[in-house]
């Protein structure tokens, strides 16, 4: 890894291209810190800043790096661009339009995002407006709430946000475009990895309550413990894969023979990444975000049925993993196509040992991505349920951040290969060599 680094630094054009990087991160941490006219701070960490309320903000705020709760204009940080780059995935496979345009090469691909940035537009503005009318029912707006003052203090909130969603994903672009790896992905990493002093401090905290409360001498422990184990899992599932065999038979062309070389086709068992997490996050979420609109009376049917919702509610981690197994499906269905894969096999004649071409391929094909999507779903479930189970267990005011730490290592893991393909191209030996 050492040496790594020091190929890295030792290449001009590499070394440019994460300077350029760490800049980037720099000024959006930076931006993190500029906060919105006519918001209150104080009012806005109180209410989302632990991240352990059930209520939707706070899984914004851990995606945003604690943006959302220091009110900065980065409040809603990458999540519209998240968001609308998996509508426009999901409606290439329903809309023909679209998925012709996405099969045109490099100029399909910049309609499609050019179509993208225009939806992460139209998203940050309607979440602009809806963050607003939560965070001033919930006293995170000043006392500008009628007349002039009140519409233009509305619109200069949403205003903020919706710039600052559309700065942050310019350098996202630049990073994709100057800098190393996946800029959205490097962006979203930098701001979930920001939060990691402040899980420092807090464990930091409960070490020093130890002396007055004994359990934490165990559970501070415990959740270090865990949290390097979690890491090392999510390390190797995402690693993870099946690799099916294929041999290619030989045919002359002119004067040449080509193919009889056997390949494999990997296929890794977490192949839909956190995405299905996401959608069940959101659609979990929307019970809090109804929730944060109205005032349920104390005792009454809606406050028992929106308690059904929140974070340490066993019901709500039954639920939450039954999406993300669903969602796994879904995605999963979507993304791989195993009659297109058995199709090009046999135009390349190619064929997997053992198994004929054509409908026995593609059914072999169904029964290994079906037994591959289910230890997928189960990986992603666990990740996402078991911060909520261990929190119910020791009742302790915290979250290991499952779906935190998959993102991170994902990241973490796309970069480093990134870099050492890089290297690796510009290492290679000369023809005279």
């Known amino acids: 890894m050492f040496e790594s680094f020091k190929q890295i630094f030792k290449q001009k054009e590499l070394r440019s291209k994460l300077i350029y990087t760490l800049v980037v991160i720099i000024f959006f941490r930076l931006g993190c810190a500029i906060t919105v006219p006519f918001l209150n701070p ?29 009110a900065s204009v980065f409040g809603l940080s990458i999540t519209p661009y998240i968001n609308a780059s998996i509508i426009i995935q999901l409606l290439t ?40 009318f939560v965070l001033r029912n919930k006293d995170g707006v000043l006392n500008y709430y009628s007349g002039f003052a009140g519409i233009f203090s509305a619109i200069v909130i949403v205003s903020c946000f919706v710039a600052g969603t559309m700065l942050v994903m310019w350098m996202g672009d630049q990073i994709t475009e100057h800098g190393v790896g996946n800029g959205i992905s490097i962006i979203l990493f930098a701001g979930i990895l920001s939060r990691g002093p402040d899980a ?8 020093g309550m130890a002396a007055d409360d004994p359990k934490y001498y165990f559970i501070v422990p415990l959740i270090v413990i865990v949290f390097i184990a979690m890491i090392a899992f999510i390390v190797f599932m995402t ?44 659609f979990m979420s929307l019970p809090s975000m109804i929730e944060s609109f109205v005032t349920p009376a104390q005792g009454g049917f809606w406050e028992k049925f929106f308690s059904l919702f929140h974070y340490n509610n066993m019901i709500y981690g039954v639920l ?9 499906y879904f995605y999963t269905a979507i ?44 990986f992603l479930g666990l990740i996402a349920v078991f911060p909520i189970v261990f929190s119910m ?27 050492e393909s890089q290297i690796t191209m510009r290492h290679h030996k000369g023809f005279l060599e």
Not at 351 to 376: E, M, Q
Request: glycine share 10%.
């Open 42 to 70: 104080t009012s806005l960490t109180d209410m989302v800043g632990a991240g352990q309320s059930s209520d939707f903000l706070s899984y914004l705020n851990v995606l945003t790096g604690g943006a959302l709760a220091d």
């Open 93 to 132: 496979i329903a809309i023909p339009a679209l998925e012709r345009m996405a099969k045109e090469g490099n100029d399909g691909q910049k309609k499609i995002q050019r179509i993208t940035r225009y939806t992460t537009l139209g998203l940050s503005i309607a979440m602009g407006i809806m963050y607003y």
């Open 200 to 207: 420092f401090m807090t464990l930091a905290g409960w070490w």
């Open 239 to 282: 690693n993870a894969e099946r690799r099916i065999p294929v041999s290619y038979a030989k045919r002359v062309v002119g004067r040449k023979m080509y193919g009889g070389q056997s390949t494999f086709i990997p296929i890794k068992v977490n192949m839909t990444g956190v995405l299905p997490i996401i959608f069940a996050m959101s």
């Open 320 to 328: 939450y993993f039954l999406l993300i197994l669903a969602f796994n």
């Open 335 to 378: 993304q791989f196509n195993p009659v297109e894969i058995a199709n090009s096999i046999r135009k390349n004649n190619g064929a997997i040992p053992g198994i004929r071409p054509g409908k026995p391929t593609v059914d072999y094909f169904s029964k290994i991505i079906s037994k591959i999507t289910f230890l997928g779903a189960i």
């Open 393 to 419: 267990i020791t009742k302790a005011n915290v979250s290991l951040g499952g779906t935190s730490i998959l993102i991170v290592v994902g990241v973490a893991l796309e970069t480093v290969r990134t870099l």
